[in-house]
């Protein structure tokens, strides 16, 4: 690689890394999930952590997968049993810069709930658009599988689901979000938490007025030009809780 | 400048950090939202920090802004889209010394759900009245707006709805508070989060007995005098996490 | 006074000061509430700490009153308004040696819902008994107060609301629980807290099933042995936190 | 003992010291609560602290017990009153390799209310089965008990509701959960804790889809395989905070 190559790559496992504990500190994934990046020079590729609990990632944990979902360097450490959540995204999406999967606590009762939607409830979530979708693995896995994207074709079946959406339910496990930069995503990842548990207060007190689809989408524009604010201050807060060192 | 007004308006600034600081520890704040005091010297100015996270704000963050919402000094770092919300407020309410805006997280419920009003429900949040009004921001922008208060027109609506109120609800948003010192207008910001809790509790239980009118204007009255109580132990608290530094 | 009483009455302060750090850290009080101890060697006297926030009370910081609830030194700092609690639970109930009042946040919604008590959801909430009374002072001040215990007239009405019980609830105020040693007034406050908390997630699932006033009788007897346990690991959180120095 | 003994039992009572930081740390337990692991070399015999907070333990804290419950050393410090939860278990589960009792927050709702039971709402919480058997100690030792397993008698009625299942509810008290191995015990604590959380969110948003049986035990087979990586994430976090020292 030329230096500038390895430099463009350096700053992307770098911002992996980051994304990770701040996903953690902000209370989106636990010892479990795991957010990857599109590979910044070959684009079918992607980067993503071995499989370990995300607050303790560090550089030397990322690695690069193929676009169906193999790590490229063989014999080495284990990998996450999920990693075709993130091949098989960015396969059909090409806009998808970076995948964050994780069990965020406040989204999960909305993925185990049929009749009731996660929609934007206010500014910060109108990238949810209409409503998020829900994934049900047992249309494509029956019902006595493990919940796990642990395939391509359950994969393929998740990319899907998500359609041109930011994020998709995933029944009795979690959710999937995209964003079209690692910021992006993992801004998206902590306002569908914050989102499900406004959500959820506010149908105890009555029916609720959300965002229309034209309020959703202008909210999702300007939202765009303010996600370093909240970047700079979560990574802060998470190198203030230095659990990776 | 002379050294008095000098120090006066220094120690205006300094005040203003320490509420940003305190805000965002107490979880009214989190990237979003930000605080304004009245120019101590200039009344038809305002004290607010440059766009940026206000857990971060030091010092040299702090802008003036005039009696339009525009930056004194041009070519400046970039502000706050919503700084009309201030200056509108300032404009036509001149008890009002600080402006707190923000997302707080039990509040928003409160702003979507038409038929359930932010009332009083203890001596803490006197200071609510009879109930929080609500801004609805599709009556003056339409359905497709990004809920943002983005000009002076909107700025002005919003401080028409707040009225002679301490705090007014946005729709699908958060929340505007304001005080006649700034001390107060953050000791409303975080009870008006702690109330908005307490009474969605409340109203899983039964019926609620809310405060009386005449209860609330006494519970107000008093707590006035015991603000400085609660704003050196949240000081103390937010240097301990030091996010600023 | 002699060594010895000087040493008791120093011990006592000490453990005033201990419970201010614990009820702050446990998140009983927050910038307002109060603890007192009957006085060791003057038992119709009491000490409690000048008016400020708990958690940032030193042994300097406690004063000695008397069975009025005045300060036996005149000219001294200011002192809580509603010093008045104390007092007057000391004068009717000698078996009691502390007093926490507080509005720790999930019993406040107990206070205003008159149709649902705060009662024994589990053996750690044995001495609520059959439930917890209510004070209502709209009943001995009328419906303009500003709802604090102000005078020894509403102390004495409160005294008397409590009657035998461990807790009394405050409507749209707090709580004010007691004990007979400052440890189990402090158990006793942290657990009134956990309790409404259990207790209001239970009745969401359904109809509950209390402790029988024999249960609560039962389990009162066997955790007032285990005090001790909680007390020194609340200590050390509360130290580790380290808001009073 | 040879050396590889007293290693292989100085090994267990540091995962025994361990457990018991990240169950507090993970909010499992508070002061109260316990974690015990069957002996290494005596399989009819355990390893438990003294009875203190689990916060606090350290390695001279863990002691050996009996079959029947009684420390091996006579004349040591004070024990656990419900150390028969853990004997009668080992003695009728001999797959059985740790236990731990806690009272934590989310559970014990779900023990109170008898037409609601506690079923996994996701992948995490696979080891609940079909649901978790709810132990009413009413039924043994009648309606006037301080709730506690303070006998062998009420140990064996409670080893009897757990059955072969991972988790037993105790009314009005708190959970036992047992696991082959003790990361995978305090995996479960853990887990049935946050999925009690969800299952109480769930249910407020509508009916349900729980995981089928076929589920519940494909994703507890994966899930053992990924132990460790909650433990050492567990593990760092508790050390983070330090209490112990």
């Known amino acids: 690689m030329s230096d500038n190559t390895s430099e463009t790559v350096s700053s992307a496992i770098r911002e992996v890394v980051d994304a ?20 910044p020079i070959k684009p079918n590729h992607f980067l993503l952590a071995r499989s370990m609990a995300p607050a303790l990632v560090t550089e030397a944990d990322v690695l690069e997968f193929d676009a169906d979902g193999a790590p490229v360097e063989a014999g080495g450490p284990a990998v996450y049993l999920e990693r075709f959540i993130h091949s098989e995204i960015y396969r059909i999406r090409p806009d998808v810069v970076a995948v964050v999967h994780s069990h965020s606590p406040a989204v999960v009762p909305f993925s185990v709930v049929s009749g009731t939607k996660l929609r934007p409830i206010c500014h910060m979530c109108g990238f949810l658009g209409a409503a998020a979708p829900v994934f049900e ?9 493990d919940l796990l994207i642990r395939d391509a074709h359950l994969g393929a079946a998740l990319a899907q689901s998500l359609g041109q959406s930011a994020a998709v339910l995933m029944r009795g496990h979690g959710s999937t979000v995209v964003g079209n930069t690692i910021r992006q995503a993992v801004f998206r990842a902590v306002y569908t938490e914050v989102g499900a548990r406004l959500q959820s207060e506010a149908m105890r007190l009555g029916p609720v007025t959300y965002l229309t689809e034209e309020e959703a989408e202008a909210t999702t524009t300007t939202n765009n030009t303010q996600i370093d604010r909240a970047w700079l201050l979560w990574l802060k807060a998470a190198r203030n809780r230095a659990m990776a060192t």
């Open 137 to 145: 693995i047992r249309d494509f896995a029956g019902s006595g599988s």
């Open 20 to 39: 990770n504990h701040i996903l953690f500190d902000q209370g989106v994934v636990d010892g479990f999930g795991h957010v990857s990046m599109r590979h």
